[in-house]
């Protein structure tokens, strides 16, 4: 096989962050290459590279041997790299012929030759066997069938390596079937295709190579024959256990969170809970594992009271709880680090002395006479007291929390949260983004936090991270719970599995 | 880097005023007069004597209440396109407890400021209710609701409380109408509670828990939500609490100034309003001192008009320019290249990991 495209020692750094380093990619022609990594692993950044929407910081990109320079998207798809979005880009009031030509320059007269265009979309069409009706909204269409539009579009400004990010997390079996069936049409006529997922599945289907990338490196390519399942999912989350610094402990206390046969958008496969059953006891930290989006920002939701779950009962300090309201949770004294620090955890414009006391605003440490008064002072000493301690890196505790650092803006959030001695702290994927001096200031806060008494719920997308400080390790797929194990010598094999759903 | 953002706030207006009336010289100029001249006019018609800086003072009045409604709903980041029909329901709401309740005097007065208070909040909790119950768009009905509560006030000033052949109501009594400061300066102590009520939502924003939470569902109501603040009841009061500021203001414009309604009463101080809080960054005490300088250009403009012919609608393009300036100048800040330049002294004093996002 002809080798297409080949990205050499690719790096993108965003301030001290890698988010690409030394990526090595080499795509051949008529070959579908399945990049397979979790969230965050990089593969949207070198997807973005590729495609002209970000320039390496290293690196060098070769198609057909010779060395391009990609500087914008309207480059990439001159030199036939077309992307389908896992989110589409399609103009929903316009009609599906119309989203085709859109910008296109193959007719480049005053007026546009409809009918003539018309001819030569439906043959390409046809070629591929893309089922599309050319007159229809967009807005009439299934999602399978914009999908279809998005091929047929990158097709029509004549790419040949087309880029499909998670392309089957919207679809249908069926409408999933009919894709693979394109797709090896596309092989057929000796084009090639860039797959992302992280689907096990799907990948081991569809994929001739499969190139793993982990925390922004590169870690290995296979050929799909010499794969299977488990093997692919050693590789994506890593396999060599990290010894852990932690001692783990066996918790034998009454629990601070106990969820009995939850349930909520149960047959949601991505997004909902399906009779979940396990408990947090005091002073233990229960991992929960899983590749993301099998329901883990459900469950953190239901532990803080954001969301109701339709079925089953929530404990906490073993009272059954009715009201799930996040301030009721607050109040028997539940902490929360968000998924999302900046959308759920702070108020961007508000400095971090006021998103220390967030919560607290009423507290006669910071407030007369249940917050008629602020006490300015007050929250200037503790948030000078809360900086020093927690090694908030800032002008002044006057500045705003967007202007932070990712990881100084977790320690904000660490320092309200875990002022006061918390029951129960949910923390969600707590150091995603963070470099490694702030992730170990994470987790010795968490285990000291632990010694204290605190139950605490991780949930992380990050195996070794779960692997480092669980003391229970509890595996979750598609909403259910396939499985609690020891945080002391995890069966690694057994729990990779299982997050595979096997 | 706070007490930089709070120097570009002031600065912002006051460079768009200046921006404008330099515009609006070089209108001026081209129709053929001196604009220095010009705005000599302008300001002796609003400074000029006692007097009428009192009648400038008076016309600020109303303005500040609008602007105050406005900026606080803004403040909880919902938008109150309302003020205008709130202030006239006030008004309307008075109108009645003073022709036909038999009220007199001062606690007549206190009675028909207090129900104006509480009729102007209720018109703003219908937006505030249908937004977090039905997911309505608040400024979509709070316009509505101005055209019904204009509608409304005509009904009244036609119909029910028609008083002659003109088609306006009767007049409050005497006893009724709210005191001057003095006979030399007569301006009426509605302006004063004005003042003081700007000075007391400034206090309650920036000292209060209640203010502070509804500054951060203002910023970030999802954040607010998950810790644990009460998002929809906090939306919903800062409507009411809005609705409240113009109907008071509705109010007090009848029984200082008015004291009667007619046609055309309360007509435009809404969106004056909104223009006005928007050009004070959201500061009540801000609104205050941008509503006086609104005023300033009405009195003003009408000097000019008769001693300079300079058509008083150069006024409106200045007033426009400003409000264009101004929320221009707020989101310029907000451009990356701009922030960067806002804190590049403060990276040059700190070197290290503070500022990177």
Redesign the interface.
């Known amino acids: 096989m002809k080798e297409l495209l080949q990205m050499r020692g690719i790096s993108k750094q965003f301030g001290d962050f890698y988010a690409n380093k030394k990526v090595d990619l080499t795509v051949y022609e008529g070959e579908v290459h399945t990049l397979l990594g979790e969230n965050g692993a990089g593969k949207s950044t070198l997807m973005n590279i590729l495609i002209g929407l970000y320039q390496p910081t290293e690196g060098e990109i070769y198609l057909r041997g010779k060395k391009v320079h990609i500087d914008s998207p309207k480059t990439a798809v001159k030199l036939g790299i077309g992307m389908v979005h896992q989110h589409f880009m399609l103009v929903e009031a316009m009609t599906v012929f119309e989203n085709i030509i859109l910008g296109s320059t193959h007719d480049t007269s005053l007026f546009i030759k409809k009918d003539q265009l018309k001819k030569e979309i439906q043959e390409l069409a046809d070629k591929y066997d893309l089922d599309v009706e050319l007159d229809k909204d967009i807005t009439d269409i299934s999602v399978g069938a914009q999908q279809r539009v998005e091929i047929l579009k990158a097709l029509y400004r004549g790419a040949d390596l087309l880029i499909l990010d998670e392309p089957t997390a919207a679809l249908t079996d069926l409408e999933v079937k009919g894709l693979f069936q394109i797709i090896n049409k596309l092989l057929s006529e000796n084009k090639s295709v860039i797959f992302i997922s992280h689907k096990m599945r799907e990948v081991l289907q569809i994929s001739t190579n499969v190139t793993i990338l982990r925390a922004g490196e590169s870690i290995v390519t296979v050929p799909r024959s010499e794969m299977d399942g488990a093997k692919l999912a050693n590789l994506m989350i890593g396999r060599e256990m990290v010894p852990s610094v932690y001692k783990k402990i066996k918790a034998e206390g009454p629990s601070v969170l106990d969820l009995q046969h939850i349930s909520y958008h149960k047959n949601s496969k991505h997004n909902g809970l399906n009779d979940v059953t396990f408990a947090v006891h005091k002073g233990e930290i229960v991992g929960i594992a899983g590749v993301d989006g099998n329901g883990q920002s459900q469950l953190a939701q239901v532990a803080t009271g954001v969301l109701k779950p339709e079925e089953g009962e929530l404990d906490l300090e073993s009272e059954a709880i009715s009201v799930f309201d996040p301030l009721a949770f607050i109040m028997d004294n539940v902490s929360h680090i968000p998924e999302d620090r900046n959308k759920m955890g702070l108020i961007g414009d508000m400095s971090i002395e006021e998103n220390l006391v967030l919560k607290r605003t009423k507290d006669p440490r910071f407030s007369v006479k249940n917050g008629l008064y602020l006490k300015k002072k007050e929250i200037r000493e503790f948030a000078e007291e809360k900086r020093v301690k927690n090694d908030i890196r800032c002008t002044s505790v006057e500045q705003e929390t967007r202007t932070l650092s990712g990881g100084n803006q977790q320690k904000v959030i660490l320092a309200r949260e875990l002022d006061g001695s918390p029951e129960l702290l949910v923390a969600v994927h707590p150091t995603r983004g963070l470099d490694i001096g702030a992730t170990s200031f994470v987790h010795d806060t968490m285990i000291a936090a632990r010694e204290r008494g605190c139950g605490i719920l991780l949930i992380s997308a990050d195996f070794d991270e779960i692997l480092k400080v669980s003391d229970r390790i509890v595996v979750m797929f598609e909403g259910q719970i396939m499985g609690i194990y020891s945080g002391e010598n995890p069966p690694i094999d057994e729990i990779s599995l299982a997050m595979a759903g096997k | 880097?706070?007490?930089k953002v709070k120097i570009v706030k002031v600065i912002i207006p006051v460079i768009s005023i200046l921006i404008a009336f330099v515009i609006g010289g070089i209108i001026i100029a081209g129709l053929g007069k001196n604009p220095f001249e010009a705005y000599a006019y302008l300001f002796s018609g609003a400074f000029g004597s006692s007097q009428k800086f009192a009648q400038t003072l008076t016309i600020a009045c109303p303005l500040i209440f609008t602007a105050l409604a406005a900026a606080f709903a803004y403040k909880c980041g919902v938008f109150n396109l309302g003020g205008e029909g709130q202030f006239i329901i006030g008004a309307v709401t008075s109108i009645f407890v003073c022709l036909k309740l038999g009220v007199s005097g001062a606690p007549g007065i206190l009675v028909s400021l207090i129900l104006g208070t509480l009729m102007g909040g209720v018109w703003g909790a219908i937006p505030g209710i249908l937004k977090i119950t039905r997911g309505l768009n608040e400024m979509i009905v709070s316009i509505m609701l101005n055209y019904i509560a204009t509608l409304f006030m005509g009904y009244v000033y036609t119909n029910s409380l028609r008083e002659g052949s003109t088609p306006q109501t009767a007049a409050i009594a005497d006893n009724l109408q709210i005191g001057r400061i003095s006979d030399g300066f007569r301006v009426h102590w509605g302006f004063v509670v004005a003042i003081i009520l700007a000075v007391v939502l400034a206090y309650i924003i920036f000292?209060?828990?209640?203010g502070?939470?509804i500054?951060?569902v203002g910023?970030?109501p999802?954040?607010?939500?998950?810790?644990?603040?009460?998002v929809k009841k906090l939306i919903l009061s800062s409507f009411v609490i809005s609705g409240a500021v113009a109907g008071l203001g509705g109010s007090i414009e009848l029984h200082g100034k008015q004291f009667r309604l007619m046609s055309g009463f309360g007509q435009g101080f809404g969106f004056d309003g909104v223009a006005i809080a928007l050009i004070a960054q959201l500061n009540p005490v801000g609104a205050a001192v941008v509503a006086f300088f609104f005023a300033v250009l009405r009195k003003g403009s009408s000097t000019l008009q008769t001693g300079m012919k300079v058509p008083s609608s150069v006024v409106d393009i200045i007033q426009a320019l400003v409000i264009i300036f101004a929320v221009g100048g707020t989101v310029l800040i907000k451009k990356p290249s701009v922030q960067k330049l806002l804190?590049r002294s403060?990276n040059d004093?700190?070197s290290?990991?503070?500022?990177?996002?």
Do not use: H, I, L, Y
């Open positions: 880097m706070k007490g000292n209060t828990s209640f502070f939470k500054r951060a910023m970030n999802m954040a607010a939500k998950f810790n644990g603040f009460p804190n403060k004093k700190v290290g990991k503070g500022a990177e996002a």
